[in-house]
C-alpha cells in the first residue's frame, strides 16, 4: 500500500513538472514585438508595440518611429516618426536622441537645424552612445550648431575610439586628422576631458 501511494506520488510529481514545462512563459511584449518585426510581421509588433508606447515604454516608442520613418507595415511618415522618436528621446533613451540627431541634421520629418541636431548628440553622447560620440565630434571639428573647438571634437572623437569595435575605425581617424591641428597642450587637454569623461 505505501508502495503504491509513493508511486502515485511521483506520477503527480513527474505530471506537475510536465504541466508546468508545457505552460508558456510569461509573455514580454516588447520582445515579441521584436520577433514579430524580424520576421516581417510588422502588424503583429505594431499591435505588441503601441500600447506599450502608449503607457511610456521608451523602446517601444522608438520602434514604432522607426516603422512610421520607414514605412514598416504603416504609411511611411516621416514627421510621424520624429514624434514617437522625440517620445523616447525626452524620456533619455540614447538611441532614440541620437536617431533625432540625425533626422535634425539632415531635415528629414523636421525642418534642417544644426543646433536642434547638436542639442541631441550631445544628449546621446553624455549618455555613452559612441555613434553619438563620433558624430559630435564631427560637429564641434567643423562647428556645425555648436563652436568649432578642437578640444572638444578630439574629446569626443576619441571617447567614441575608444568605445568602437573597430579600433582602426572612423572615429581613430578622425581624432588623428584633428589632433594634427592642434597644439600639443590643446591634444593633452582634449586627452584628459576624455579621461574624465563619466556617462550619463
Do not use: C
Request: overall charge negative.
Amino acid at each position: 500500500m505505501s508502495g503504491r501511494r509513493r508511486a502515485l506520488g511521483l506520477w503527480l510529481v513527474l505530471l506537475l513538472a510536465l504541466a508546468a514545462a508545457a505552460a508558456p512563459a510569461t509573455a514580454d511584449p516588447y520582445e515579441d514585438g521584436l520577433k514579430a518585426y524580424s520576421r516581417g510581421d510588422y502588424a503583429d509588433a505594431l499591435k505588441l508595440w503601441r500600447p506599450l508606447a502608449e503607457q511610456g515604454d521608451a523602446h517601444a516608442q522608438l520602434e514604432i518611429g522607426v516603422m512610421y520613418f520607414y514605412g514598416k507595415g504603416v504609411p511611411e511618415d516621416q514627421a510621424m516618426g520624429v514624434t514617437w522618436y522625440r517620445r523616447a528621446a525626452e524620456q533619455g533613451l540614447a538611441e532614440a536622441q541620437h536617431e533625432l540627431a540625425v533626422r535634425y541634421f539632415n531635415g528629414e520629418g523636421v525642418p534642417q537645424d544644426y543646433g536642434e541636431s547638436a542639442r541631441w548628440s550631445q544628449e546621446a553622447a553624455d549618455r555613452g552612445h559612441v555613434t553619438a560620440q563620433g558624430q559630435l565630434g564631427l560637429k564641434y571639428e567643423y562647428g556645425e550648431g555648436v563652436p568649432q573647438d578642437y578640444v572638444q571634437a578630439h574629446k569626443w572623437y576619441n571617447l567614441a575610439a575608444s568605445r568602437s569595435p573597430a579600433p582602426d575605425g572612423l572615429a581613430v581617424k578622425n581624432r588623428d586628422g584633428v589632433a594634427a591641428k592642434m597644439t600639443p597642450a590643446q591634444i593633452a587637454e582634449a586627452q584628459r576631458l576624455a579621461r574624465e569623461w563619466r556617462p550619463r
